[in-house]
């Protein structure tokens, strides 16, 4: 995509976010479109755009402020998460499937758990996202810290003959390591025989499964200190996090671009060392974790 086009889809989508209240996200977008005009010297009347999205940014923010102590949590509109669902679900890069789960997996991202957890739900019916689908229904319900409603839903999945044997197992050894994890004293029921006689067909994993990271920061109030994170929701090599709001030095030292070295990755079946890059940071604006800030990181290597 040229930087015209870069520019005119990164503005729609800023519009559309603000037209539904989304004012955090649309100041992001309205941020990112100013970069790009400032770095592209070939643009006609260059000023003129910068201080028009100048005037956005300004008014974007000003709304920010009213939204900064709400009387109650609002809840997102049906009709805001089928935009966030569908701006996060369209790309030429991915099929049709794929975009489905991108877009499902926004909802979370941007703190809809209940919504999300409705998509993902549907998306089980697919073949090819069923276990994808299943795993985050699981991290949604830990999200809500609703643990005994994932429970009763792996043992739906047990009993009835959608998923294979292999794949019951996949998801039980994901969901007992984050029980074990954050201290739930639960055993889930192993797979003791053969659900159907499907032949078992290989995955391809974008990623290992990372259930929480450790990280040193290295400012002087928590120089040496390791912080361990739990791992909310992934997408191949990108993690996301929710930071509680009262982590102030956390929140203030992870900014965009930031780059952590020396992580530790625990997944289900090992432990390992890699570096990664902060890639967003914005706080949930709306649903039960109001107030906290999501947080991606984009694993460079392991």
């Known amino acids: 995509m040229d930087t015209k086009k870069q520019i005119q889809a990164l503005f729609k989508e800023a519009e559309l976010y603000r037209s539904h209240g989304l004012f955090v996200e649309a100041k992001a977008k309205y941020d990112n479109v100013a970069k790009l005009i400032q770095k592209n010297d070939r643009i006609a009347n260059k000023q003129s755009l910068l201080d028009a999205i100048s005037k956005k940014i300004g008014a974007v923010e000003n709304e920010i402020k009213k939204f900064d102590k709400p009387p109650a949590t609002p809840k997102m509109s049906t009709k805001a998460q089928d935009l966030v669902k569908n701006l996060f679900s369209f790309s030429e890069d991915k099929d049709e499937d794929a975009a489905l789960l991108e877009g499902a997996m926004a ?168 570096s990664g890059i902060v890639s967003e940071k914005a706080p949930i604006e709306l649903g039960p974790k109001k107030g906290d800030y999501r947080v991606d990181i984009e694993i460079q290597n392991t």
């Open 107 to 274: 909802l979370a991202k941007f703190g809809q758990f209940e919504r999300a957890l409705i998509e993902f739900n549907e998306l089980i019916k697919k073949d090819s996202l069923r276990v994808s689908a299943a795993k985050n229904i699981i991290r949604c319900h830990i999200a809500l810290s609703s643990s005994d409603e994932a429970i009763t839903k792996y043992r739906k999945w047990l009993s009835g003959d959608s998923f294979s044997s292999g794949q019951l197992e996949e998801i039980r050894i994901f969901f007992q390591d984050i029980l074990d994890r954050k201290g739930i004293d639960k055993k889930l029921p192993a797979v003791t025989q053969p659900k159907d006689a499907r032949k078992e067909e290989a995955r391809e994993e974008d990623f290992l499964d990372i259930s929480s990271i450790a990280i040193t920061l290295g400012d002087e109030s928590k120089k040496g200190a390791l912080i361990e994170l739990d791992v909310n929701f992934q997408r191949g090599n990108t993690i996301s996090l929710i930071i509680s709001r009262d982590d102030k030095d956390l929140i203030e030292n992870l900014k965009v671009g930031f780059r952590l070295n020396n992580i530790q990755f625990f997944s289900p079946i090992a432990v390992f060392n890699g």
